[in-house]
């Protein structure tokens, strides 16, 4: 079932600035608020985002986990000899276990590579939070100077007015 919203106390600035928009794409306003609401409700929150995004190791990490765990690849030798009419055929497999733990390092080094990079990542979203915290901050501060402004100019548009009347009735004072 469709829902109404009612948006209260809406600038004179705003509304304009969406009628703009509405004409330039040929659309009502409610028709335009629709469709924006449509594309906000659409995208991902920040935190649905970050749940996606968060911990996932770089692809190139987890290959050189996956490449420090494998056993080097076995040798194939095919030897043939020939003595006095008599041959022998030799086929020769060979595989080098590791014993001296050096593959335990590897995977070891390997996982903690994984780790730094998913560190990094959690220290480029807590830095990008920080930043957006800022940029909000910025935002709101020029949205309070620009209410305190605005305030100040229509009180001084008012006191113009009054000193305008007061004039025209002959009560203002003449400077010498």
Partial sequence: MP???????LDDAVY?????????????VPDLLRREA???????SMEEWLSRTRRRPSGIARADVLAANRLPNPRVTYNREAVAGIAEHMLMVAQSLPVSGRRAIDVGGALARVDAASSRADDQVRRLRADLRLAFTDVWVAQSRERELIRRRDRLREFAEVLGRREAAGEAFIWE
Avoid at 3 to 9: A, E, M, S
Avoid at 16 to 28: C, D, F, I, V
């Fill in 3 to 9: 829902k109404t919203i009612q948006i209260r106390d």
């Fill in 16 to 28: 304009a600035g969406l009628s703009r928009r509405a004409a330039e794409a040929g659309l009502t």
């Fill in 38 to 44: 449509a594309r906000i409700a659409a995208r991902p």
